[in-house]
């Protein structure tokens, strides 16, 4: 089992809808919670962070966490093309350790 | 410059042959990180560095890989006796403060090819 699991997708949204990428991780004693988001042929970029249970939102993007479920979710709202692209989802113990990701979502949106 | 910088952005090598890959961090940041991204799959962790010291290397795949950092600025990661499995990008990623808030600015990676 990888520390960090997603769904490989593609994931196909139309354009203006909602998309929403999940991630679970295995490890209880992770702390602090990423999406990153890497276009094809790019290096990754951090979108969002998240430490604490709850929604955290950032303009179209609402990361979601539930520690509990050891569940993370992102939400993009108002979907645009440009959002075309694969996140990854990345989980880290404490401030002093390495980053995990996930092995990514493909996320398409088709116009 | 301002961002990460990776050389060699491209190397192919001949099965058995060394390599090194260079990664020249934002200037200040004092966490330092190699991963490994293999075709369609995310990157994989590799080892970590926290200004010269070598905090984490649970992820090297085997003990013909080796990282330093020895003025904690520019790390290299070694590669002997590549094998046809090495294939992937080679990325390095820094971040800013020692909390490792996970902010990695990553390089534009090295891709490496082992015929």
């Known amino acids: 089992q990888k520390e960090v699991e997603q769904n490989s997708g593609p994931l196909s949204v139309p354009e203006g809808a909602i998309a929403s990428l999940n991630c679970t991780y295995s490890d209880r004693g992770s702390q602090s919670f990423f999406w990153y988001r890497q276009y094809s042929g790019k290096s990754p970029e951090l979108i969002m962070f998240?430490?604490?249970?709850g929604d955290k939102e950032d303009g179209r993007f609402t990361a979601q966490l539930n520690k509990a479920s050891q569940y993370v979710s992102l939400l993009i709202r108002d979907s645009q093309p440009s959002d075309s692209a694969t996140y990854l989802c990345?989980?880290?113990?404490?401030?002093?350790?390495?980053?995990?990701f996930g092995s990514g979502t493909r996320l398409s949106i088709r116009p | 410059g301002a961002g990460v910088s990776q050389s060699p952005r491209y190397k192919v090598a001949k099965r058995g042959q060394d390599v090194a890959l260079r990664c020249d961090p934002i200037?200040?940041?004092?966490?330092l990180f190699w991963y490994q991204q293999a075709l369609g799959q995310g990157p994989e962790f590799l080892t970590y560095f926290q200004n010269e010291a070598q905090l984490d290397k649970s992820g090297l795949p085997s003990d013909r890989f080796f990282a330093e950092r020895p003025e904690g600025s520019v790390s290299t990661l070694k590669i002997q006796r590549t094998q046809q499995e090495d294939s992937a990008v080679y990325l390095c990623?820094?971040?800013?403060?020692?909390?490792?808030?996970?902010?990695?600015?990553f390089g534009e990676g090295s891709r490496l090819t082992v015929l």
């Open positions: 990345a989980a880290q113990r404490s401030s002093a350790s390495k980053i995990i």
């Open positions: 998240i430490y604490s249970n």
């Open positions: 990623a820094s971040s800013g403060s020692g909390r490792g808030t996970g902010e990695l600015f």
């Open positions: 200037s200040g940041h004092v966490s």
